[in-house]
């Protein structure tokens, strides 16, 4: 079996930044990728854009938060996760996200934002900090 995410796609908002109760870095980033299919019936493109949460942990996390902003195109890889919870009137939620294993840098930062090396630029490859 297999749980293999790739998603190239513009984020929608900046990292949100925080800590499990352990301690480890967690940033959340919303990613927002188009598919294109086809022309519709007056000879317009159609386009569908999918947003979706990427979850991001230790090392990564922190320079993701650091180097990231709304607009910046990254390569993300990972894996599907559902999780479920009860919100506070005790309704039973759930979500999917992509947890990343990998996440690069592709377009340039917003203008007098500090680039990251390359190292960091990508982050990552499995291994949690």
């Known amino acids: 079996m297999v749980n293999k995410v790739i998603l190239i ?17 967690v940033a959340n980033l919303r990613l927002a990728t188009n598919t294109f ?6 000879g317009n493109r159609r386009e569908h854009t ?18 990231l902003k709304r607009g910046r195109m990254v390569y993300a890889d990972g894996r599907l996760q559902t999780r479920s919870w009860a919100d506070g009137t005790g309704q039973r939620r759930q979500t999917t ?11 340039p930062p ?4 500090a680039e990251p090396s390359a190292e960091m ?9």
């Open 37 to 42: 299919g086809g022309k519709d019936a007056a």
């Open 110 to 113: 917003a203008q007098g934002a």
């Open 9 to 25: 796609g513009r984020l929608t908002s900046d990292p949100e930044l925080r800590s499990t109760s352990a301690g480890t870095s």
């Open 50 to 67: 999918e947003f979706v949460t990427l979850v991001v942990f230790g090392r990564q996390a922190e320079n993701s938060v650091r180097h």
């Open 97 to 107: 996200e992509v947890v990343v294993d990998r996440l690069q840098y592709l377009s």
């Open 121 to 129: 630029a990508e982050m990552g490859s499995g291994v949690r900090s």
